[in-house]
C-alpha cells in the first residue's frame, strides 16, 4: 500500500491556527502526522488523538448543521419537516458522541470515535452528576435557540432560493473533498449549504456562536471556490452569514476588489506558513524543528487548544464561547 504523504494546501481553518498560535498549527498539522500507525512515536499518537477532539461549541455546530442541511434538502424536494423533526436529527447526533466519550472509543479509533473536550479536560467532570447536568443543558439550551431560529426567522428567507434553485451537494463533516489550487498550492472550502438558481448562486455559511468578523474572509474564500470549481462569475455569487443563536442574515459584500483582497490574504498566509518549512518547500513539506513555531503568548488561546497536555502550559480552562 502507498503511504500517505503530507500534502502542503491551506484553508481558512489552518490560516486561523496559525494565526492564532504557530505551535498549535504545528501539533495539528506535523507533529500529529502518522500518529494511527501502531508503531508510531507515543507522543505522535497523543497528538493524533488530540486533535481530534471536539468541545461542545463544535459538536452542538455539527449537530445543527446536520439537522439544517437535513431540512433544506427535504424542503427543496417539496417535503415538509418540523422543528421537532430537526431537533432529533440534531439530538441523536448529541446521543451518539456522548457514549462514544463515555465508553473511551477514542483511546482505540480517534477519528472515528468522539472526545469530548469539556469532559475529557474536566471543566465538567464526568462524574459529577451536577457537572453532567450543567453539561447536558447547555447543548439542549442552545440546540433549540439555534433551531427555533432557523425556523422562525432564517427558513422564511430561504425558502425562495429553495423554490427556484438546485443544491449543490458539498463534503460531510470532516471531509474536505471540495478544493482549487492558486500557484499550484491546493486551497480547501467547504461551504455549509450552496444553492444554485438561474442567475445567481447563494453560498450560506451557518454559525452558531458569536459574529466574528474573520467571518467575512472565510466566505469570501467560498466565492472563490464557486468561481475556480463551477466557473460562477463573481457578479453572480451571493455570500450569506446566518447566526443561529439570535437569527441574524448577514449579506456579505462580494465584488472584484473584495475578491483580489481575499487572493492577497490566502496568499500572505502561504507566504507565512512556507517560513516554517525547511528550505521553504512546499512540495517536499517538512517542517522546521518544533521550537521554530512559536507558543502564543495568549493563555487564552491555550485555554482553548486541544494540545496543552503536549505544550504543559499552566491556564485556566476557558468557558467562554469558543466559537
Known amino acids: 500500500m502507498a503511504e500517505f504523504k503530507n500534502e502542503f494546501s491551506w484553508s481558512f481553518s489552518k490560516a486561523k491556527d496559525f494565526s492564532a498560535c504557530p505551535r498549535r498549527y504545528y501539533w495539528e498539522r506535523y507533529g500529529s502526522w502518522g500518529g494511527w500507525e501502531n508503531m508510531a512515536p507515543q507522543k505522535v499518537k497523543d497528538a493524533y488523538r488530540l486533535k481530534h477532539m471536539k468541545n461542545r461549541y463544535a459538536l452542538v455546530g455539527i449537530a445543527v448543521d446536520l439537522a439544517v442541511k437535513e ?14 423533526e430537526a431537533y432529533k436529527t440534531a439530538r ?67 425558502r425562495p432560493y429553495l423554490a427556484n434553485g438546485e443544491i449543490i451537494p458539498i463534503g460531510g463533516e470532516g471531509i474536505q473533498s471540495e478544493s482549487f489550487t492558486i500557484g499550484g498550492v491546493k486551497i480547501y472550502a467547504a461551504p455549509d449549504s450552496v444553492i444554485k438558481t438561474e442567475d445567481k448562486i447563494l453560498i450560506v455559511d451557518w ?28 457578479h453572480m455569487i451571493e455570500l450569506a452569514l446566518v447566526y443561529l443563536p439570535d437569527g441574524t442574515w448577514k449579506n456579505v459584500p462580494y465584488d472584484e476588489d473584495r475578491d483580489s483582497e481575499t487572493f492577497k490574504y490566502i496568499s500572505e498566509s502561504v507566504e507565512c506558513m512556507r517560513d516554517k518549512l525547511k528550505g521553504r518547500d512546499i512540495e517536499l513539506n517538512e517542517p522546521l524543528n518544533m521550537e521554530e513555531f512559536e507558543q502564543t503568548g495568549c493563555l487564552e488561546e491555550c485555554a482553548r487548544c486541544n494540545f496543552v497536555e503536549l505544550c504543559q502550559r499552566t491556564f485556566t480552562l476557558a468557558l467562554k464561547d469558543e466559537s
Open 71 to 84: 431540512a433544506v434538502a427535504k424542503i427543496q424536494a417539496g417535503e415538509e419537516v418540523t422543528f421537532e
Open 92 to 158: 441523536d447526533y448529541l446521543v451518539k458522541v456522548w457514549y462514544e466519550h463515555q465508553k473511551k472509543d477514542y483511546e482505540k479509533n480517534p477519528k472515528r470515535s468522539t472526545c469530548i473536550r469539556d469532559l475529557y479536560f474536566s471543566e465538567f467532570l464526568i462524574g459529577d452528576d451536577e457537572s453532567r447536568q450543567a453539561w447536558g443543558d447547555f447543548i439542549k439550551e442552545r440546540l433549540t435557540v439555534c433551531l427555533e431560529n432557523f425556523f422562525g426567522m432564517i427558513l422564511p428567507k430561504l
Open 207 to 234: 454559525k452558531t456562536g458569536k459574529q466574528q468578523q474573520y467571518h467575512e474572509y472565510q466566505v469570501r474564500v467560498y466565492g472563490i471556490w464557486a468561481q475556480k470549481k463551477h466557473g460562477i462569475p463573481a
